[in-house]
């Protein structure tokens, strides 16, 4: 256990970026709580302001400071009518589970429009979680919508104007997702089996406790985000398990003996906060490990907390779990190998893309940029680890498909560090343009067409003249003879189907 803390701790992190917004997180959502605390709104609407807060700041991620902004300042419109029509519908439970129904095909349809949309799309969801989570009532909308306003106010200070991380750092590349028309358009296909699996938790949650339900829920919408194949989503489910047991067995040495003492229980939230925004990118068991000890805190807050309640929260998510997997397997399932390979011809493409821009610049072209190309690169290699992670994890018995996933994914690497290389010498003015990169450059086309048919993008027309020798130049082929060699590589794997069936 402690090799693994220390890994996940020790992990690298340029320009300390996660420890920043982690730390920025914590500010945020005291912020937004102390707020709530000084206008004398009940602990209920508290609990509502950190929350709010937190969703602002985990899950609002625009490529842009402005976009950012704008659907921060959006979430209100998708939070208020849900928290309105959730708190409305306490009476009549069938009608409620239906419309929270409707809530989660919504939410996870609108991904469509990119992070604006799922973070919409997740706000309103939670909106409706919370109103169960907290019983909340009609009577209480006026203080819960203050609560909420009060929270983003707080976040948006923070994260706008106090500490904006964001202006300071390049920003992130924003990949279009997958293409696909109806049903086998990813968002539409995933809103058909989150809600599908969502109907089984509903049920499933009922039939384990009249009260606490919704937790069988949450699990199997968290599960459906950020993924797109039947392993990943069976892979993520089984991570949320294991840090809901983790997080429980901390709960039962943590929170229980509390019993909900507000000074030493709102330093451990704060801890919980840091430890979710700094695991997240990293390891989605741990970052659940800490949404559960958190929720073991809050439900000491609120005077309703006991070990039984604790194993109950395990049987939940259980449940949640559950019907994610047999939403994926069994409506408009998408295997693994199919998702990856577009992933995979999409990196190839970058490559080749970055490349032809690289060589466009040692030619002499000032306005030939590859940079970003190397950042959609680097992104779009995150994706392919993304929907590889099933194929090599520990429990895949397949032996022979896991190694030849892992032989892929050190290819692309190679590929992606020698393409780094590569836009590096073109960044730099006296790296002037030598004959040979053409033919090179050629090569790299030609490997990549061999693995993914015709490249859009064309390498520079060849020199005339003998080739000229500079340091530039040098290195330039260096990088451009091993990315070569690495694609050509690449056609083995590639070609033997190792994800097929996953």
């Not at 979680?129 to 209480?140: E, K, M, R, S, Y």
């Not at 993914?452 to 003879?481: K, Y």
Request: charge should be positive; charged fraction near 15%.
């Amino acid at each position: 256990m402690l090799p693994t803390v220390k890994r996940m701790f020790m992990a690298p992190d340029p320009g300390l970026l996660r420890l920043r917004v982690s730390l920025r997180a914590v500010l945020g959502i005291g912020l937004a709580v102390a707020a709530s605390e000084l206008a004398g709104l009940s602990l209920t609407a508290s609990v509502t302001a950190g929350l709010a807060a937190l969703l602002a700041l985990f899950t609002v991620a625009d490529a842009t400071v402005r976009g950012q902004a704008v659907t921060t300042a959006l979430l209100p419109v998708a939070g208020f009518p849900v928290l309105a029509l959730a708190t409305a519908l306490h009476g009549t439970p069938a009608l409620r589970d239906a419309c929270w129904l409707a809530v989660v095909f919504c939410g996870v349809y609108a991904r469509r429009w990119g992070p604006r949309g799922n973070a919409l799309g997740i706000f309103a969801f939670m909106t409706f979680f919370v109103t169960q989570f907290l019983h909340a009532v009609p009577g209480q909308l006026p203080e819960l919508y203050g609560a909420i306003a009060l929270a983003l106010a707080a976040a948006s200070g923070v994260r706008f104007g106090a500490w904006c991380i964001e202006r300071r750092t390049p920003p992130a590349a924003v990949l279009p997702p997958l293409d696909g028309r109806g049903a086998a358009r990813p968002t539409t296909r995933q809103a058909f089996q989150a809600t599908v699996a969502c109907a089984f938790a509903m049920t499933a949650g009922q039939v384990l406790s009249h009260e606490r339900w919704y937790w069988a829920v949450g699990t199997a919408w968290w599960i459906f985000v950020n993924t797109a194949s039947r392993g990943e989503t069976l892979v993520r489910g089984f991570r949320r398990v294991v840090g809901t047991v983790t997080g429980i067995a901390a709960g039962l040495l943590v929170a229980v003996p509390l019993d909900g003492a507000p000074a030493p229980t709102a330093v451990l939230v704060a801890v919980c906060v840091f430890g979710i925004f700094y695991t997240a990118p990293l390891s989605y068991s741990w970052m659940m490990f800490f949404v559960t000890v958190m929720a073991g805190l809050l439900y000491g807050l609120l005077g309703v907390l006991h070990p039984g309640l604790l194993a109950l929260r395990f049987t939940e998510t259980a449940a949640g779990a559950a019907g994610a997997a047999l939403a994926v397997a069994l409506v408009l399932p998408v295997t693994t190998h199919a998702v990856t390979d577009r992933w995979v011809r999409r990196a190839l493409h970058a490559v080749h893309g970055c490349t032809a821009v690289a060589a466009r610049r040692l030619a002499g072209d000032a306005a030939a940029d590859p940079a970003p190309r190397a950042a959609e690169l680097e992104a779009l290699l995150g994706r392919v680890r993304l929907s590889v992670a099933p194929l090599v994890h520990p429990l895949n018995p397949l032996r022979e498909r896991k190694r030849r996933a892992r032989q892929v994914l050190a290819l692309l690497d190679d590929c992606a560090r020698e393409t780094r290389g590569l836009v590096a010498v073109a960044a730099d003015p006296d790296a002037s343009h030598d004959a040979r990169l053409t033919a090179a450059c050629l090569r790299v086309e030609t490997a990549v067409e061999a693995l993914v048919g015709a490249v859009p993008e064309r390498a520079v027309p060849a020199h005339a003249g003998a080739p000229g020798h500079h340091p530039g130049a040098e290195q330039a082929l260096a990088h451009l003879h091993a990315l070569e060699r690495a694609l050509t590589a690449l056609a083995a794997p590639l070609r033997q189907s190792p994800l097929a069936g996953a």
